[in-house]
């Protein structure tokens, strides 16, 4: 398991994340920081459609490559 990093800024990631699967031609409408633990820097990722999710899981089997 990775050891997490306190440090990292939530909204980066957010925002990292977002452009990433913009890349692949994935959107997560829901996609924002969670604003009911700002002490634990969450990121939701809210619902998606069961196609998105099948997407999602084939970009990251093949390492977002196209």
């Known amino acids: 398991m990775p050891t997490k990093k306190p440090d990292t800024d939530p909204v980066a990631a957010m925002e990292s994340l977002r452009a990433a699967l913009t890349e692949v031609g994935i959107v997560l409408p829901s996609l924002r920081i969670d604003p009911a633990s700002p002490q634990l ?20 089997q093949r390492g977002g490559r196209e």
């Open 41 to 60: 820097r969450l990121v939701e990722l809210g619902r998606v459609r069961a196609d998105v999710a099948v997407r999602l899981a084939e970009a990251l």
